[in-house]
């Protein structure tokens, strides 16, 4: 549905993106993952058609988006970092707005009530956007792509400053759309994509440096297990029992507290399940252990694994 090959993006001297490729099947939802300034959102304003490359060839749908830039936009709804809002329209004039620039073909009232009701924005739609919380906004910003029903849809950061509750909501709205549309959802949260995706992309200074089932990344993630574990035990005596554990390669105390309870950063060996030793460890001292989750893996944890797991397959292979 969408194949990238060699994009280039230079930013006057500055190199944005070099060379990056990846195709994205019919009914995909992927994750495009990186930190900020790794190419996220050039990436998608190039494949949107909003951005020129320097080199490289896009197509969406078998259609050339530099070639044929208007046939390639009626195939893709956009989501930019920051929406093409306009805040002193009222929800529904600004629909049929954005219908009248889409030069949309589908019954126009039917059409936009559908996006409003899967949007959830029909309880506004007599309110000034300006008006509306951020969620409400995110939600007008998605329903803007999606009028004109287009086969692909693109969000860049979508999520980014809404509340947590508002976050589920924008992220469930996503999984639903990813039932029937082709999804790619960019994101410097790496949960996030795990919670909604079935593949991702990962990019770091402008180059893809994974490609993976979201499945495998969290392998990855687990390969090796971190744990917070939260103890009611004086704090040094507790760090030096836990670094004396067998399969326990790192500990930390976090410096928090909590009445008489200190809280540790604890890291296994790869395939070791370190809660039972731990178990026993503090029933033998009489510790009690009044915490144990684990630990999110963040993004530059991730980028780490993937990068030496890297550099330990192209090692092998040079060996072989
Ligand atoms: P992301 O969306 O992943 O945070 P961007 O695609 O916005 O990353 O940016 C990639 C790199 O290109 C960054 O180093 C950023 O500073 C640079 N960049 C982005 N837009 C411009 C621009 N208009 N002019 C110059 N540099 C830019
Ligand atoms: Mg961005």
New binding site residues.
């Given amino acids: 549905m969408i194949q990238i090959e060699n994009l280039v993006k230079l930013?006057?001297e500055?190199t944005?993106l070099e060379g990056i490729s990846f195709k994205v099947g019919e009914g995909e939802i992927v994750g495009f993952l990186?930190?900020?300034?790794?190419?996220?959102?050039?990436?998608m304003n190039i494949l949107t058609g909003y951005l020129s490359a320097t080199a490289g060839t896009v197509k969406v749908g078998g259609i050339d988006v530099f070639e044929f830039p208007d046939e390639a936009k009626k195939k893709i709804g956009f989501l930019p970092?920051q929406p093409p809002l306009y805040n002193d329209m009222k929800v529904s004039e600004y629909l049929n707005f954005v219908y009248e620039i889409k030069k949309c073909k589908l019954n126009r009232k039917k059409h936009l009530a559908e996006i409003m009701q899967v949007t959830k924005i029909h309880d506004v739609s007599d309110r000034i956007i300006g008006n509306l919380s951020k969620g409400y906004r995110q939600r007008v910003g998605i329903a803007q792509a999606l009028v004109g029903n287009p086969p692909v849809i693109i969000f860049?950061?979508p999520t980014v400053g809404l509340d947590p509750k508002q976050i589920i909501e924008i992220r469930n709205l996503i999984r639903n759309l990813g039932k029937n549309h082709t999804v790619i959802l960019?994101s410097h949260i790496l949960s996030e994509i795990q919670s909604v995706c079935n593949r991702v992309v990962i990019?770091n200074e402008?180059r893809i440096i994974a490609d993976e089932m979201t499945s495998n990344i969290t392998k990855v993630a687990n390969d090796s297990r971190e744990y917070i574990v939260k103890i009611c035990a004086p704090q040094r005596e507790a760090a030096s029992a836990l670094r004396s554990l067998n399969g326990i390669v790192f500990v930390e105390a976090t410096g928090e507290r909590d009445a008489d309870s200190y809280t540790f950063r604890i890291r296994s060996e790869a395939g070791v399940d370190i809660r039972k030793p731990l178990f026993y460890l503090l029933a033998e001292k009489g510790w009690p252990l009044v915490g144990l989750e684990a630990a999110g893996m963040n993004l530059e944890d991730v980028f780490v694994r993937i990068m030496d797991a890297d550099a330990k397959a192209s090692s092998k292979s040079k060996k072989a």
């Fill in positions: 930013y006057g500055k944005a990186g930190p900020n300034g790794a190419g996220k959102s050039t990436t970092e860049d950061e960019s990019i402008g």
